[in-house]
């Protein structure tokens, strides 16, 4: 070695020293742990995983909560659900929208107190997937639901757009008609517009239908009852959603439609 090039570092006094691999492997265990732990949290709280949709209905099916807008989040939350939240949240207010809004929720809630009846107040309905009875999806159905989706955001997207138009005394009669703040009708318009155009540049990158054993137990079973039930997920811009969750974007659509469409 040339000497001139040798640059010693600080502390060095030019005595080598084994490696010490016992802290090496070490740290390396404490790491690779960490990173798995991590992925874990991604899986759970990102819906990384092909069975958050199951995780998400068990989650539903054991609890009294019936505010629209949390289910709507954690169902739709890969496709635009907290713009769909707000929405729902803002609609609240409105004499023209609570009552459809305090259907579902009251619809949740009964369903929800006929389980209490049926298995007991401490039931607890367990879901698990059926790792051995999975069917992927091939390409053209992944098209398919492609397409239905876009098609669904330039519904919304057409609609927030023709809303946006709207002179200010025609937006203020329509908000004086659904009971509601013409700022918040104009919050309501660019959830819209928003949600249609992420809905239509979609991407649906993989799909699964999925079976599921269910245990259900509690206090007025003599025993655990068992059942299976099936369900199609969709890989919906790095989120999965389950497809009967889709249905909620048609359904919202057709009652903001019906209440707004006298003024388009």
């Known amino acids: 070695m040339d000497e001139r090039n040798f640059v010693a ?19 390396a265990a404490i790491v690779l742990a960490a990173a798995a ?21 068990e989650k539903y099916v054991n609890t009294g909560e019936i505010k629209l807008e949390t289910r709507t989040k954690d169902f739709l939350g890969g496709i635009e659900g907290n713009n769909l939240a707000k929405i729902i949240k803002i609609a609240k207010t409105s004499d023209e929208f609570k009552d459809d809004i305090a259907d579902l929720e009251e619809s949740a ?19 698990k997937n059926d790792k051995e009875v999975e ?22 997207a057409d609609l927030g757009k023709a809303l946006g138009r709207l002179k200010s005394g025609d937006l203020k009669d329509l908000a004086e008609d659904l009971d ?13 517009k928003t949600v249609g155009q992420k809905l239509k540049g979609v991407e ?4 699964y239908t999925l079976e599921y054993l269910i245990t259900i137990t509690g206090s007025e079973l003599d025993e655990p009852e068992e059942d299976d039930g099936e369900i199609t997920v969709l890989k919906v811009n790095g989120k999965w959603v389950s497809l009967n969750a889709l249905g909620m974007l048609n359904y919202y659509y057709n009652i903001i439609y019906r209440a707004v469409s006298s003024y388009l």
């Open 135 to 156: 069917e992927k999806l091939e390409r053209e159905d992944l098209k398919e639901y492609r397409s239905a989706i876009k098609e669904i955001g330039e519904n919304y």
């Open 37 to 57: 732990i991590i992925a874990l949290l991604c899986v759970f709280l990102f819906g990384s995983s092909r069975i958050t949709p199951i995780r998400v209905m």
């Open 204 to 207: 649906v990158d993989d799909g």
């Open 9 to 27: 570092t600080p502390g060095f006094d030019g005595t080598k020293t084994a490696p010490n691999w016992k802290k090496i492997v070490l740290i």
């Open 109 to 127: 809630a009964d369903a929800y107190e006929d389980r209490q009846d049926d298995y007991g107040k401490n039931f607890k309905i367990r879901y």
């Open 180 to 192: 509601m703040d013409v700022k918040d009708l104009r919050t309501c318009i660019e959830c819209l």
